[in-house]
């Protein structure tokens, strides 16, 4: 039996790297206003608490709110049609999720990108992968990360409970996600993370691979 019956994932810094089209979204919406642009580790900095905080973050201070709207609404429609250009599983992670399907553990993925997104590239990079799959979607009640909310709605889907559950993630957000929903959490190092600023969040147990990640999870 696998030491795990259920697992809820991260995406972004998870099971995609998304760095560069973020980075490279963030900056077309920030150029069309004239404003500086920013480098990969200021993007990787920014990411993880969702799309609005992202573009709070990188707009110059003191922009008018309404300016960082219109800037957040270019960023949506330039990763809308890019979010795929540079976007790809890191490596070992389709094997990871195959192991784990073979061996019947239920799987979700619960995101803060924009829910559109998220249901995009998961049906174009895991077809059939995943039991539940929810981004951002504050609109319908359902509050992000690090609120529980998500992984409940993602339990519910799936007709799980916190039994034999484990979170995986690669942020503190996550860490702080897993503490809120009372379950146990994998921090993985391939992320948007070093590894000392998951300490810092409060991470305890840490995967260097998705082959080490499969294996803790099957026990």
């Not at 077309?28 to 993880?48: C, I, Q, S, Y």
């Not at 429609?77 to 389709?94: K, L, Q, S």
């Not at 073979?102 to 803060?112: C, F, Q, T, W």
Request: charged share 25%; proline share 6%.
């Amino acid at each position: 039996m696998p030491a795990y019956k259920t697992v809820v994932f991260d995406l972004d810094g998870t099971l995609l790297d998304t760095l560069e089209d973020l980075m490279l979204s963030t900056n077309a919406a920030l150029a069309a206003h004239g404003m500086p642009e920013h480098t990969l580790d200021d993007v990787r900095r920014f990411v993880g608490n969702g799309v609005a905080l992202l573009i709070k973050r990188a707009v110059p201070a003191g922009t008018p709110a309404d300016v960082e709207a219109a800037v957040l609404e270019d960023f949506k429609r330039h990763y809308g049609a890019h979010c795929e250009d540079h976007t790809g599983p890191y490596p070992g992670i389709p094997e990871m999720l195959a192991s784990l399907r073979e061996a019947g553990v239920a799987l979700a993925v619960v995101s803060n990108k924009p829910d559109f997104a998220v249901q995009e590239l998961v049906e174009r990079r895991f077809p059939g992968t995943f039991d539940a799959v929810l981004g951002e979607n504050e609109a319908a009640g359902i509050s992000k990360k690090p609120a529980p909310a998500m992984v409940e709605a993602a339990l519910a889907r799936m007709g799980r409970d916190h039994e034999g559950m484990v979170y995986v993630g690669d942020s503190e957000v996550d860490v702080a996600t897993a503490a809120n929903a009372g379950c146990p959490c994998l921090s993985v190092t391939w992320g948007f993370r070093t590894r000392k600023e998951l300490v810092d969040a409060g991470a305890t147990t840490f995967v260097e691979t998705p082959a080490e990640l499969a294996r803790v999870i099957l026990g």
